[in-house]
């Protein structure tokens, strides 16, 4: 406080000084600062907000080439070729299939958001039916002796293998538990894609054998064998099959 003596010409004025506490003096007139420990956090946010901000302003301007953007290098191997296979069959029929395969797994006593995985999976293929030419035996042909009649006892046509096409074949949706979303980042998930494509397969040749596909694959046949030998002057063509194999 500023005091004044009486009694002369002079006036004395005394000054209080406040007294700060050491702690508080320290920090007087300085900024606060950050942590030691806590830069290198600050430096990595800094810097992915910066690559999040350049990658935004490369998509606005799509003339701007992209230095993060990715590539595919092909380093496949040259086709080697296996086998050669004669084939003497005619393809007389072909049916297109899809199935929608929804493969559920579950853990016992866990729930599924713990542990499971549940996938739908559209898959489509096709099955052939033909008729093995190879297979005609000895007697299988006979012809009248005017030349105009003519009689042929073919195989049973068979199923091809399912052809399923990856290109119309992919995962519609999967749900999985926390364990499963942990474990896929170390492991690949290969051997659950093989089960999902080996169902498909099944269920389709199953649906084949009974879509009547035999049953086309014999009148394509005998129409295919009437006309040709009609071409050849046989007015008579008679077309049997044998009984399928067990």
């Known amino acids: 406080m500023a005091g004044t003596q009486t009694g002369g010409s002079r006036t004395r004025a005394t000054?209080?000084?406040t007294v700060w506490p050491p702690e508080a003096r320290s920090t007087r007139g300085r900024f606060p600062r950050w942590p030691t420990r806590a830069l290198p956090l600050v430096a990595i946010i800094t810097a992915v907000i910066l690559v999040l901000s350049?990658?935004?302003?490369?998509?606005?301007?799509?003339?701007?080439?992209?230095?993060?953007?990715?590539r595919d290098v092909d380093r496949s191997q040259p086709v080697i070729l296996q086998s050669i296979q004669d084939l003497s069959r005619y393809e007389a029929a072909a049916g297109n299939f899809q199935v929608v395969i929804d493969l559920e797994k579950d853990?016992?006593?866990?729930?599924?958001?713990?542990?499971?995985?549940r996938t739908l999976f559209v898959a489509a293929g096709a099955v052939?039916?033909?008729?093995?030419?190879?297979?005609?035996?000895?007697?299988?042909?006979?012809?009248?002796?005017?030349?105009?009649?003519?009689?042929?006892t073919?195989?049973?046509?068979?199923?091809?293998?399912t052809n399923l096409d990856s290109a119309r074949s992919y995962v519609f949706a999967q749900?999985?538990?926390?364990?499963?979303?942990?474990g896929s980042l170390f492991s690949g998930n290969t051997s659950n894609q093989?089960?999902?494509?080996?169902?498909?397969?099944?269920?389709i040749q199953a649906a084949a054998k009974d879509s009547g596909l035999i049953e086309r694959a014999e009148k394509n046949t005998r129409a295919m064998?009437?006309?040709?030998?009609?071409?050849?002057?046989?007015?008579?063509?008679?077309?049997?099959?044998?009984?399928?194999?067990?």
Not at 194 to 203: D, F, G, I, S, T
């Open 194 to 203: 093989q089960q999902l494509y080996v169902m498909a397969e099944q269920k």
């Open 154 to 161: 073919l195989p049973a046509p068979a199923l091809d293998k």
């Open 225 to 246: 064998l009437v006309g040709m030998l009609g071409s050849l002057g046989f007015t008579n063509v008679t077309v049997n099959f044998a009984p399928p194999l067990p």
């Open 15 to 17: 000054e209080t000084e």
């Open 175 to 182: 749900q999985r538990g926390i364990l499963d979303r942990v």
């Open 107 to 117: 853990a016992r006593f866990l729930p599924s958001v713990i542990r499971g995985q």
């Open 54 to 70: 350049f990658a935004g302003l490369i998509r606005l301007l799509p003339g701007l080439h992209n230095p993060f953007s990715e």
């Open 128 to 152: 052939g039916a033909y008729v093995d030419f190879s297979q005609i035996g000895d007697g299988a042909v006979e012809v009248s002796n005017d030349r105009r009649s003519v009689a042929i």
